[in-house]
């Protein structure tokens, strides 16, 4: 993959008149592949301010067993970590389901 372009780059090339489809293509392939990965890393994040953050929202907060909420937290965690640290790491949406499954079935 081409990383470390940013999304001017991409703006600035798809706009010149000069490049050609293959081209334009690949830039398209490039922009969204980038937008996938940042969609991912967003999400981490999301998940780990719904757990720790100051204002806490109702996904955990319904649940009265501490012991199932602590469990769940720590799945949902472990799932937000993988998005942010690994979200290049990740092809499609398939593959993002396949690690949610893998982590929650273990322990």
Do not use: P, W
Not at 42 to 49: M, Q, V
Not at 59 to 82: C, S, Y
């Amino acid at each position: 993959t081409l990383s470390g372009v940013c999304i001017q780059d991409y703006e600035v090339s798809l706009l010149k008149e000069e490049k050609g489809n293959e081209e334009k293509n690949l830039l398209k392939k490039l922009f969204f592949e980038n937008l996938f990965y940042d969609t991912l890393g967003f999400a981490g994040i999301e998940i780990i301010r719904r757990i720790l953050g100051i204002a806490h929202v109702s996904d955990f907060e319904v649940i009265n067993d501490l012991d199932l909420k602590g469990k769940l937290q720590e799945k949902a965690l472990k799932i937000a970590v993988k998005l942010v640290k690994e979200r290049r790491n990740f092809d499609s949406i398939q593959s993002v389901v396949k690690m949610i499954k893998i982590i929650d079935t273990s322990n």
